[in-house]
């Protein structure tokens, strides 16, 4: 098992009424990128998908994914920033 914790906790905001997650892993990144993504297939949104993947595979580190996931959830508008 691969270490995917993020080293920083990224809030983003989810659901109709906003409310802030603090998402701490790659596992979490992708299962709302996944399942819970207002405009999924975008360049960043698919790159952000591959990194955690990657990430829980080992392929990068978990903070590799969390640039890529901050990036797409900006994109998104969803940070918290």
Same mark, same amino acid.
């Given at each position: 098992?691969?270490? &995917?914790?993020?080293s920083k906790a990224?809030?983003?905001?989810?659901?109709?009424?906003?409310d802030? @997650?603090?998402?701490s892993? !790659?596992e979490?990144a992708l299962?709302?990128l996944?399942?819970?993504? @207002?405009d +999924?297939g /975008?360049i %960043?949104? %698919? !790159? +952000?998908l @591959?990194?955690? #993947?990657? !990430?829980?595979?080992g392929g990068? /580190? +978990?903070d &590799?994914a #969390?640039d890529?996931f901050?990036? *797409?959830a #900006?994109? *998104? @508008?969803?940070?918290?920033?």
């Amino acid at each position: 098992m691969y270490n &995917t914790w993020f080293s920083k906790a990224v809030p983003v905001s989810t659901g109709v009424t906003g409310d802030v @997650r603090n998402l701490s892993n !790659a596992e979490q990144a992708l299962d709302l990128l996944t399942n819970h993504w @207002r405009d +999924a297939g /975008s360049i %960043k949104h %698919k !790159a +952000a998908l @591959r990194a955690c #993947r990657q !990430a829980m595979n080992g392929g990068v /580190s +978990a903070d &590799t994914a #969390r640039d890529a996931f901050v990036e *797409a959830a #900006r994109e *998104a @508008r969803i940070l918290v920033e």
